[in-house]
């Protein structure tokens, strides 16, 4: 896992040593990406700077070193990820007469671009990644990001320059880069707590998204060119699912189980090669546990796994994943987290994630990644089964309140609507002792009864905000395009979360929270392979008896009891709704206040300070609205 980074500039202002040390001061902002070396290559011919920040996982000698040129010399690459097939890949082209020096995936992939070109070496690659790849030949800069959008990468303008890097603060690091918001995505981070791709939150950067490719010819480039119109998908996740449901699987419920598990523990193995300590995040919950318990399989030593847990029972999720653990054989690592260990990490947040970022689970994926980071450097996770096989709440109860809210008049809808949202959290949380965070959840789904499309429900689900605060600021819409196949409404808002929140969200959060602490995040149930797989699925096989994940169930019960791991999603989540009232309360204070707000003139002051003072007298909890709001003020004075 690595960091990499670099520039082009068509101007002749600097001298080969300046552009050297601009190289270098980009790179050493990923210094925690890849600490364990660095370095950068230059072109003889032309002033494009190539840097890279090395986290060594696979072949730790200098052989597998970045940049790294082809055997021909034809390409120069930088890099970040792993790809998980290369053994197969080096097979193929040892059959075919290339030699290795080394021991590298990238040298596989060089090997494999030399040989194929491009376009096919890209389809062969199964993995995460971000690749740079500098063709001397045809004078093409090309920039490619894995398929479902695990490694970051982004791409812009620093004046007349062209930079580009893992995350933006080594694209700050140029000296002529001018921050400016861009309020398109300004307005879709309030929207959404999140800045979605091809956008980025500075104005002239874009984030390449997820199968998408660029390739630019570095002869002819405009320095004043969209760079977001020239990005292209190489592979399309619509596609996919079309030709899937165009040949649905026709085999039995059993024969569906044991062909899934045979493919997820394939996923599984391949995601095991490494040349350093690697272990598995446990949280109890089903995806995490599924991943540990095949892993255990697999492994004839006890395999390390990690958790955290936290002094407030509604959000500890660790006696779960200590029951596990026992009963798999885990060599397995707790660790309780207090209050004031939460409330340190946010004044790192606006670092760790270098543009506003408002999922609330940042906070323990990251305590969770520096305690594994004490033992490992790789560990696997659990991502990924929430999307793909209709994990989430919404997935389950959006299609039941859809069919039941039909049934009902308008004006019925909406004024129950209000009944329930004027009940107070703590209230209803306290009606039951299984669920400790029933009030959210009912009044999320009270918010929604007044809808009346499927595609107004789903981004009210998602949504932050019904009206984003916001003062100044382009209008956003969320892209909510639908593949040509026929697709029920949790089906729909399977596919929308695979192409929108997976990748912008829980993939963001844990490349970077892990990242942070020089830890490889690796997972399998984000194979390719599984993804155009379950398409091909019948929906009961995903959702059955108003429950999701059926099928990741079916393969757990094979190695851990029900009762194990039979209980209400629970998500990884914090208390920052007391935290607001109480801890962080200052905090907040000095962040929404009402002159600074005002003089700023980008969001609304009067809609914040109104939902502030309701949240702070206990009139709801509005802690997810606020909390997007005090990423953005947070990231503000940080970077501002």
């Known amino acids: 896992m690595c960091g990499i980074t670099g520039f082009y500039t068509?101007?002749?202002?600097?001298?080969?040593?300046?552009?050297?040390?601009?190289?270098?001061?980009?790179?050493?902002?990923?210094?925690?990406?890849?600490?364990?070396s660095g370095d950068l290559w230059q072109d003889p011919d032309l002033p494009l700077v190539l840097a890279h920040r090395r986290l060594s996982i696979i072949d730790l000698s200098a052989d597998g070193a970045q940049p790294m040129s082809s055997a021909s010399e034809r390409y120069m690459l930088i890099y970040n990820g792993e790809i998980y097939n290369y053994l197969t890949i080096k097979k193929d082209l040892e059959k075919k007469g290339v030699t290795f020096k080394g021991r590298s995936d990238t040298e596989v992939m060089l090997g494999a671009i030399e040989q194929w070109g491009l376009n096919r070496a890209l389809q062969k690659l199964n993995g995460m990644f971000a690749i740079v790849l500098w063709d001397r030949k045809t004078g093409e800069l090309h920039f490619i990001r894995d398929r479902l959008g695990k490694k970051p990468l982004y791409i812009g303008w620093a004046g007349k320059t062209l930079v580009f890097g893992s995350e933006l603060k080594a694209l700050r690091a140029h000296p002529d880069f001018t921050p400016q918001i861009n309020p398109k995505a300004m307005g879709g981070f309030m929207s959404l707590g999140y800045v979605e791709a091809p956008f980025s939150i500075y104005q002239d950067v874009w984030q390449l998204p997820a199968g998408h490719r660029l390739t630019l010819d570095l002869a002819g480039l405009k320095t004043d060119e969209n760079l977001a119109a020239g990005m292209k998908p190489y592979w399309s996740a619509a596609d996919k699912l079309e030709d899937a449901k165009a040949h649905p699987s026709k085999k039995s419920e059993s024969?569906?189980?044991?062909?899934?598990?045979?493919?997820?523990?394939l996923c599984v193995s391949d995601r095991l090669v490494s040349d350093v300590p690697l272990g598995a995040f446990l949280s109890?919950?089903?995806?995490?546990?599924?991943v540990v318990a095949l892993m255990q399989k697999i492994n004839s030593q006890a395999i390390k796994t990690y958790s955290i847990g936290f002094e407030d029972a509604g959000y500890n999720e660790a006696p779960y994943a200590r029951a596990i653990a026992d009963h798999l054989g885990t060599d397995h690592h707790e660790h309780i987290c207090t209050v004031e260990?939460?409330?340190?990490?946010?004044?790192?947040?606006?670092?760790?994630?270098?543009?506003?970022?408002?999922?609330?689970?940042?906070?323990?994926?990251?305590?969770?990644?520096?305690?594994?980071?004490?033992?490992?450097?790789?560990?696997?996770?659990?991502?990924?089964?929430?999307?793909?096989?209709?994990?989430y709440n919404r997935h389950v109860q959006g299609p039941n309140i859809w069919r039941k809210m039909r049934m009902m008049p308008r004006v019925v809808r909406s004024g129950l609507s209000q009944v329930i949202q004027r009940m107070p959290v703590n209230q209803l949380d306290g009606l039951s002792r299984k669920h400790p965070q029933l009030g959210a959840g009912l009044h999320k789904a009270a918010s929604i009864l007044s809808l009346d499309t499927q595609e107004e429900i789903y981004k009210r689900l998602i949504g932050k905000w019904v009206e984003p605060p916001i003062a100044s600021g382009e209008a956003f819409e969320k892209n909510l395009d639908l593949p040509k196949a026929e697709l029920s409404f949790a089906e729909s808002m399977m596919f929308w979360d695979s192409v929108g929140y997976l990748p912008n969200d829980i993939l963001t959060k844990v490349d970077r929270a892990s990242m942070a602490v020089s830890l490889e995040a690796r997972a399998p149930l984000l194979d390719k392979r599984l993804y155009e797989y379950v398409?091909?699925?019948?929906?009961?096989?995903?959702?059955?008896?108003?429950?999701?994940?059926?099928?990741?169930?079916?393969?757990?019960?094979?190695?851990?009891?029900?009762?194990?791991?039979?209980?209400?999603?629970?998500?990884?989540?914090?208390?920052?709704?007391?935290?607001?009232?109480?801890?962080?309360k200052d905090w907040a204070e000095d962040l929404l206040d009402e002159k600074t707000l005002k003089d700023q003139g980008l969001l609304n002051s009067a809609m914040i300070r109104k939902t502030w003072q309701a949240h702070s007298d206990g009139q709801g909890n509005h802690a997810e609205r606020l909390w997007s709001v005090l990423m953005f003020q947070a990231w503000q004075k940080r970077w501002m």
């Open 10 to 36: 068509n101007t002749a202002k600097r001298t080969r040593a300046e552009l050297h040390v601009i190289g270098k001061n980009m790179a050493d902002t990923l210094r925690t990406r890849g600490l364990d």
């Open 255 to 265: 024969e569906i189980i044991n062909e899934f598990e045979d493919l997820l523990t």
């Open 284 to 290: 109890g919950g089903v995806d995490s546990s599924a």
């Open 341 to 391: 260990d939460a409330l340190d990490v946010i004044p790192k947040l606006p670092d760790m994630y270098d543009e506003p970022f408002a999922d609330i689970s940042a906070i323990p994926t990251y305590l969770v990644s520096r305690f594994a980071r004490e033992g490992v450097t790789v560990a696997l996770s659990g991502d990924g089964g929430d999307e793909m096989l209709g994990g």
């Open 535 to 584: 398409w091909s699925l019948p929906e009961d096989m995903k959702i059955r008896n108003g429950q999701g994940k059926y099928l990741l169930r079916q393969i757990l019960k094979r190695h851990v009891p029900e009762k194990l791991f039979e209980r209400p999603k629970q998500g990884f989540n914090m208390p920052v709704g007391d935290w607001l009232r109480g801890p962080l």
